[in-house]
């Protein structure tokens, strides 16, 4: 876990890296490190909005509970991504570590006046909410209308992006998913996810291994075979 902001892993991604070394001890002196592992939850729904975080390593889900006692995953965090934005109102999800994560926690009042003196991490948590802001735009389309096989395959580009993002420091560095990386996820959780049964899933990435497309060797770990085979699948309609 990164003991000062020049130690941290995700410095040149997260909202911090539009400060100057000198206005980053300000803000360092706000932040407290906090790890968590596997199925640790963070923030459950109707929480205050005591606090936000950057995530410094490790994958987290956003989920709600159905009326029936279902879990529904509506989104995904990664290393460089921001938990909980400024003047937000109680918790409309929960947020469980997926994997072993380490976080930068910030209380939310010092951190919303530091985002007073610095407009250009604010401009630049604006520019990211409208970035998740169309990106699930664009999930909504794929979950209403695209095949079993352009869901999942679509899942695993974005995640190969966003892994290969991560491990290169820099949030624009991924053109193309990474070459190999292991699903946080479940096979039932891809489901809840992707509106599909796990037996669908599972079809699925056996259906793409057998194309030559993925190579699934073991465990969670995806081997990225054709990523143009993978983007292509990814753009099936039903």
Known sequence: MARTCSDCGVRDSALCGTLSDEELVGLAKLGVQRRLVRGDVLVRAGD???ACANVQAGVMKIA????????AIVGLLYSGDFIGGPFAAPAEHDVT?????????????AFEAS???????????LERTMIELARARRWLV???????????????????RRLAVVNDCRRDA??????????PLSRSEIGDLLGLTIETVSRQLT??????????????MIVVRDAAALAAAADETV
């Open 64 to 71: 709600s509970v159905t009326a029936a006692g279902d879990e």
């Open 207 to 220: 259906l793409l291994r057998a194309a030559g497309v993925i190579d699934l060797p073991g465990g969670r």
């Open 48 to 50: 205050p909005p005591l």
């Open 97 to 109: 570590a997926l994997t072993d994560v380490e976080l930068c926690m910030f209380p939310r009042a």
């Open 174 to 183: 991924a053109a193309v998913p990474a070459a190999s990386f292991e699903l």
């Open 115 to 125: 985002l007073a003196d610095h407009q250009r991490m604010e401009r630049l948590l």
């Open 142 to 160: 794929r979950i209403g209308r695209a095949s079993a096989r352009a869901r999942v395959a679509g899942f695993l580009g974005d995640m190969g």
